[in-house]
């Protein structure tokens, strides 16, 4: 059973950064592409970035480009995001994602977490 727990969201005023987390279980981690996607009220389920399994390639959004990075941890089964700059757009439910190999399309992903919500203040 392939499990997904993100922690790490919260309220944040603009300009500010923060961290989040996503723990997996359940298997190879290192074998599997992962994802943050994140969905905001009323809107579809965007990615946000994307890393490969070996953490050597990765994607980003254009939003987000240059204000986020992605990375992971394979020893410790865990995947960051680390959110810089953040702005009131960035408000959302951010979701990790493992599947196959890194897409951009939601639906390439078999396991998902719960989510976690991030809200940034102006």
């Known amino acids: 059973q392939v499990q997904l727990v993100e922690s790490g969201g919260g309220l944040v005023q603009a300009g500010g950064s923060l961290i989040l987390s996503c723990a997996a279980s359940?298997?190879?981690?290192?074998?599997?592409?992962m994802a943050w996607f994140r969905q905001a009220p009323g809107k579809e389920r965007d990615v946000v970035a994307t890393i490969s399994g070996s953490g050597g390639t990765t994607y980003y959004a254009d939003s987000v480009k240059g204000r986020f990075t992605i990375s992971r941890d394979n020893a410790k089964n865990a995947m960051y995001l680390q959110m810089n700059s953040l702005k009131p757009e960035d408000t959302a439910v951010y979701y990790c994602a493992t599947g196959l190999v890194p897409t951009r399309r939601a639906n390439g992903y078999a396991y998902w977490g719960q989510g976690t919500q991030v809200t940034v203040s102006s």
């Open positions: 359940g298997r190879t981690f290192s074998e599997y592409g």
